[in-house]
């Protein structure tokens, strides 16, 4: 079972997330500061960390450097209400393994940290402009899915949850080239060109299971 560790300085926010995150099947632990979230590390081990980087302790991206270096093997994202285009890029480029905005749903939340906790990063519509924006921007949240097959949802959820090519065809009984074909149609109705961007996509339009 994976271990998340908590770092925001709003206790109802905070309750809501390691609420969110129990339900999920994650264990959590949460601290309300930098300080706090430093001795938390020097007594447990966590496979992902959560923080928001305005709040006491912290300093901003300051903040989060230096808990890079007490956590350099762990994943880091950001959860943050300031959603600045800029904030976001300069976090990601400083690191951090995703950018989760305090507005995102909790599924889509939970989501994102499953994309990052199978190794991807996970890279909110704010933070992308140019070409890589225009992937799926002509796609709205109400139109998007419905031009799957049940069968494709089902694969684009086992996708949402980082399964492998290999792991969605053992589950769903088929072979790897059905999964591979089934894949190749869900981009085309997506209008997205990888299963990174089919992810990010269903992330941000709140895919639900």
């Known amino acids: ?21 129990r339900e999920a099947g994650y264990q959590t632990e949460s601290v309300g500061d930098g300080r706090a979230a430093a001795e938390a ?3 447990s081990s966590f496979d992902l ?12 991206l300051a903040g989060f450097r230096a808990m890079q270096k007490e956590l350099p093997t762990t994943p880091i994202v950001i959860f943050s209400g300031d959603t ?3 904030l976001i890029k300069a976090s990601l480029q400083a690191g951090a393994s995703g950018f989760i905005p305090k507005t995102m749903r909790a599924p889509a939340m939970i989501n994102a940290l499953r994309l990052v906790l199978s190794g991807e990063r996970f890279v909110p519509d704010l933070a992308m402009s140019g070409d890589d924006h225009k992937s799926g921007a002509n796609v709205d949240s109400g139109g998007a899915f419905s031009q799957l097959t049940p069968r494709e949802r089902e694969v684009l959820g ?3 949850k980082g399964n492998s090519n ?6 769903l009984k088929i072979e790897e080239i059905t999964v591979a074909l089934h894949l190749r149609s869900i981009y085309r109705k ?9 992810v990010r996509l269903a992330l941000q339009l709140g895919w639900e299971e």
Not at 49 to 60: A, E, H, K, T, Y
Not at 166 to 171: P, Y
């Open 41 to 43: 590390v020097l007594q």
């Open 190 to 198: 997506l209008n997205v060109a990888s299963r990174t961007q089919a």
């Open 84 to 86: 600045n285009p800029d």
């Open 158 to 160: 086992l996708l949402v």
């Open 49 to 60: 960390c959560l923080s928001d980087i305005r709040m006491p302790g912290m300093n901003g």
């Open 1 to 21: 079972m994976f271990r998340i560790l908590v770092v925001e300085d709003e206790p109802s926010i905070r309750a809501q997330l390691e609420e969110s995150l």
């Open 166 to 171: 290999k792991q969605i065809a053992r589950q």
